[in-house]
């Protein structure tokens, strides 16, 4: 089962013991499947909104599924990703139990939303998030931070020339999100300049669209620090 860079990355930041983790917006399902074959993980929960796509998933892992290690458990279940049953999954675990939510490949703006409606139903659950937004993430670390999340990891990955921001979050440790981008973040890719140089030239046209638009001036001009601070 062959990985593209950004699955495989996101993968390898799932490297705690987890009670129970959600792949969602999961599509093929190649990134819930590599993280239960580790054998770290022991539940998840694989989410799609399109019946067509968790049908044709719930087929492939009744066929496939012998491949995994035997202890580990799954469901597929067709849901809007902002409506899973995070406190009642709770209930049915240890009292210290801990639970990661991925969500990948959607635009920021949607999961900008979908974190808003889920975190008026996590309160007091240990959780963590683990996000990769295909755009728009300077907009939602803005909205990540104003919901007091805080960045445990981060990592940057380029694929088929586009940039992708991997976050690693959680309510109740960590370090203070960056806007930009951690070092961690800038220092994780040998070619980092080059998807610094897409941004800062996808919000000099945003400004140069909307000058009243006080959201990109800011993106661009802390972009700018950024390519002075680290390149």
């Given at each position: 089962?062959?990985?593209?860079?950004?699955?495989?990355?996101?993968?390898?930041?799932?490297?705690?013991?987890?009670?129970?983790?959600?792949?969602?917006?999961?599509d093929?399902?190649l990134l819930?499947?590599?993280?239960?074959?580790?054998?770290?993980?022991?539940?998840?929960?694989?989410?799609d909104?399109?019946?067509e796509?968790?049908?044709?998933?719930?087929l492939?892992?009744?066929?496939?599924?012998?491949?995994?290690?035997?202890?580990?458990?799954w469901?597929?279940l067709?849901?809007?990703v902002?409506e899973?049953k995070?406190?009642?999954?709770?209930?049915?675990?240890?009292?210290?139990?801990?639970?990661?939510?991925?969500?990948s490949?959607i635009g920021?703006?949607?999961?900008?939303?979908?974190?808003?409606?889920?975190?008026?139903?996590?309160?007091?659950?240990h959780?963590?998030?683990?996000?990769c937004?295909?755009?728009?993430?300077?907009?939602?670390?803005?909205?990540?931070r104003?919901?007091?999340?805080?960045s445990?990891?981060?990592?940057?990955?380029?694929?088929?020339?586009r940039?992708?921001e991997l976050?690693?979050?959680?309510?109740?440790?960590?370090?203070?999100?960056?806007?930009?981008?951690?070092?961690?973040?800038?220092?994780?890719h040998?070619?980092?300049?080059i998807?610094?140089?897409?941004?800062?030239?996808?919000?000099q046209?945003?400004?140069?669209?909307?000058?009243?638009?006080?959201?990109?001036?800011?993106?661009?001009?802390?972009?700018?620090r950024?390519?002075?601070?680290?390149?």
């Amino acid at each position: 089962m062959k990985l593209n860079k950004r699955l495989l990355s996101l993968s390898e930041m799932v490297n705690e013991p987890y009670d129970l983790v959600w792949d969602c917006c999961c599509d093929h399902g190649l990134l819930g499947f590599k993280i239960l074959a580790g054998g770290l993980i022991k539940q998840l929960n694989f989410v799609d909104v399109v019946p067509e796509i968790t049908d044709k998933l719930a087929l492939k892992l009744q066929q496939h599924g012998h491949h995994l290690p035997a202890d580990v458990r799954w469901k597929v279940l067709c849901q809007d990703v902002s409506e899973i049953k995070l406190a009642e999954s709770a209930l049915q675990l240890p009292m210290t139990a801990k639970q990661l939510v991925i969500i990948s490949g959607i635009g920021g703006d949607l999961m900008i939303d979908i974190m808003k409606r889920l975190v008026t139903t996590c309160e007091d659950l240990h959780l963590d998030f683990l996000l990769c937004p295909v755009q728009h993430t300077y907009k939602l670390r803005k909205v990540l931070r104003e919901l007091e999340f805080k960045s445990k990891a981060e990592r940057l990955v380029l694929e088929n020339k586009r940039g992708y921001e991997l976050l690693l979050i959680s309510q109740i440790e960590g370090q203070a999100i960056s806007l930009t981008g951690s070092d961690g973040l800038w220092k994780s890719h040998p070619s980092a300049t080059i998807y610094l140089k897409k941004l800062m030239t996808h919000y000099q046209r945003s400004v140069i669209a909307d000058k009243h638009n006080q959201l990109n001036q800011s993106a661009l001009d802390d972009y700018r620090r950024v390519e002075q601070r680290y390149l």
